[in-house]
Nanobody, 120 residues
Framework: VQLVESGGGLVQAGGSLRLSCVAS????????MGWYRQAPGKQRELVAE????????NYADSVKGRFTISRDNDKNTMYLQMNNLKPEDTAIYYC??????????????WGQGTQVTVSS
């Protein structure tokens, strides 16, 4: 299984970006999924996630009301719509999916990361 991210870039404060994360590979089932980010000199932190495989969402306080996580199960794809971006949102964004396969059972897979830079 591989996760491939896209959609990062450079944007001015107040702008928007949409990140995508596509899972591909052998037969698998996606369980939980979420987005994380890591800014220079800081630890990786949760941005948004689906919890308990029931479609419920959880957001970091810093992004509530600005970011929206969504998914397309038919396309094995997860999205992060980011609006009203702020310079403090600058970071590398990673997707995480907990995926079940016959070979590995339940396993956490990470995307390669995509850079989001917000200028003031």
């Amino acid at each position: 299984v591989q996760l491939v991210e896209s959609g990062g870039g450079l944007v001015q404060a107040g702008g928007s970006l949409r990140l995508s994360c596509v899972a591909s590979g052998s037969t698998f089932k996606i369980n939980d999924m979420g987005w994380y980010r890591q800014a220079p000199g800081k630890q990786r932190e949760l941005v948004a996630e689906f919890t308990n495989n029931r479609g419920r969402t959880n957001y970091a306080d810093s992004v509530k009301g600005r970011f929206t996580i969504s998914r397309d199960n038919d396309k094995n794809t997860m999205y992060l719509q980011m609006n009203n971006l702020k310079p403090e949102d600058t970071a590398i964004y990673y997707c995480l999916m907990n995926i079940a396969t016959i070979e590995r059972g339940d396993y956490n897979y990470w995307g390669q990361g995509t850079q989001v830079t917000v200028s003031s």
